[in-house]
Nanobody, 125 residues
Framework: QVQLVESGGGLVQAGGSLRLSCAAS????????MGWFRQAPGKEREFVSG????????KYADSVKGRYTISRDNAKNTVYLQMNSLKPEDTAVYYC??????????????????WGQGTQVTVSS
């Protein structure tokens, strides 16, 4: 079992930046692909970004490409999401997720085995 704890959410003005962190415990971190998802009120949970466990390959949703950067520090069992040039439409609860298929990045929420509790990101206009 893996426990995931997100932090770093908050309120920011449009154009600002935030960095989310997700600390993992309970499983060899490098054998877990990590993803970030978000869910806005009344909308389905959507893939934001993910990073593989072995070679650090990353994927991004088109809506965040060029603005968000995902990274991981296997020594600290932590994955990060640097979010720049934030827009009001980025407002959502952001979730960290782990996938035992560490060699790949999947974009489907149902493929992930572990989830954090979420952290709220609010971008004001």
């Amino acid at each position: 079992q893996v426990q995931l704890v997100e932090s770093g959410g908050g309120l920011v003005q449009a154009g600002g930046s935030l960095r989310l962190s997700c600390a993992a415990s309970g499983r060899t971190f490098s054998l877990t692909a990590m993803g970030w998802f978000r869910q806005a009120p009344g909308k389905e949970r959507e893939f934001v970004s993910g990073i593989s466990g072995n070679d650090g390959s990353a994927k991004y949703a088109d809506s965040v490409k060029g603005r968000y950067t995902i990274s991981r520090d296997n020594a600290k069992n932590t994955v990060y999401l640097q979010m720049n040039s934030l827009k009001p439409e980025d407002t959502a609860v952001y979730y960290c997720a782990g996938d035992r298929k560490y060699w790949m990045v999947t974009t489907t929420p149902g493929e992930y085995d572990y989830w954090g509790q979420g952290t709220q990101v609010t971008v004001s206009s």
